[in-house]
């Protein structure tokens, strides 16, 4: 079948957003087409949008999100568009808070839902003791240190509302920084641990001037997992249950980094 030839059918749109009937492996009788010719497990993509009943990947309201960025047999468009489309998407911000804004971070750190993941350094529930003091401590330590320290909320701009924290701080005799991010429980599965990562990723590299990003965490926290490399951190080893991810200045103002 030659191109000018190619039949425009409905049956040929595929989950992903791609036509079937312009693929080369359609073309030459290899493959079916994703509607007709795939079953279930052969692609993410197509198992995703038939168990939310949406025709294509598109239609979907959390497009982009992070598993199609990121789980293996998964068929999408360019990766570097995807990433563009999240961020014109992005209702967060940072915001860096005065010592009146203090109630949230003392709400974050005293509940145990959000803090769970600190268990194991602070049990029984990973709660901080002595929130207040904490607070105060952090406000002088650390707003005002940039780039040796750097301390924000993210704050949704469409309705105020505080989400969650990001910080970056340079490591003890290293040539990296370390980077944290907690998100507020009532919070989580909106999209905002994504987007508060690539703001401060943003902010280190492109404000701060930082040259290398880390982080670690055990290796059982799938999520964290997830977003780190979305936004383009690269797995750099794993030792006593905790994964560490790396990310340079270099390797994330590339020019089409996918």
């Known amino acids: 079948m030659q191109h000018s030839e190619i039949d425009m059918r409905k049956n040929l749109l595929g989950k992903c957003g791609f036509y079937c009937?312009?693929?080369?492996?359609?073309?030459?009788g290899t493959c079916l087409g994703c509607q007709d010719g795939q079953g279930e497990g052969e692609c993410f993509t197509r198992d995703c949008a038939n168990g939310k009943g949406i025709p294509f990947c598109g239609a979907c309201p959390e497009f982009p999100c992070e598993p199609i960025l990121t789980k293996e047999r998964c068929t999408v468009p360019d990766k570097s568009w995807l990433r563009w489309k999240g961020q014109s998407r992005n209702d967060l911000r940072l915001w860096i808070p005065k010592p009146e804004?203090?109630?949230?971070?003392v709400k974050m750190m005293s509940d145990p839902a959000t803090m769970a993941y600190n268990a194991p350094w602070f049990p029984p529930d990973g709660c901080i003791p002595n929130a207040e003091a904490e607070w105060e401590a952090l406000c002088k330590g650390w707003?005002?240190?940039?780039?040796?320290?750097?301390?924000?909320?993210?704050q949704r701009k469409?309705?105020?509302?505080?989400?969650?924290?990001?910080?970056?701080?340079?490591?003890?005799?290293?040539?990296?920084?370390?980077?944290?991010?907690?998100?507020?429980?009532?919070?989580?599965g909106k999209r905002c641990g994504r987007q508060g990562l690539q703001l401060l990723v943003d902010r280190?590299?492109?404000?701060?001037?930082?040259?290398?990003?880390?982080?670690?965490?055990?290796?059982?926290?799938?999520?964290?997992?997830?977003?780190?490399?979305?936004v383009g951190f690269r797995e750099v080893g794993t030792e006593n249950g905790l994964v560490k991810l790396e990310l340079t200045r270099e390797e994330y103002l590339r020019p089409n980094r996918n």
């Open 21 to 28: 009937g312009a693929c080369p492996t359609w073309l030459d």
């Open 101 to 105: 804004d203090g109630w949230f971070y």
């Open 143 to 154: 707003i005002g240190r940039e780039p040796e320290r750097f301390y924000a909320y993210l």
């Open 158 to 188: 469409s309705d105020g509302a505080f989400v969650g924290d990001v910080n970056f701080h340079r490591a003890l005799d290293r040539d990296w920084w370390d980077v944290g991010i907690v998100i507020y429980a009532p919070e989580r």
């Open 204 to 230: 280190a590299f492109r404000v701060a001037g930082v040259t290398r990003l880390r982080n670690e965490f055990e290796t059982t926290r799938e999520a964290a997992y997830r977003i780190h490399r979305d």
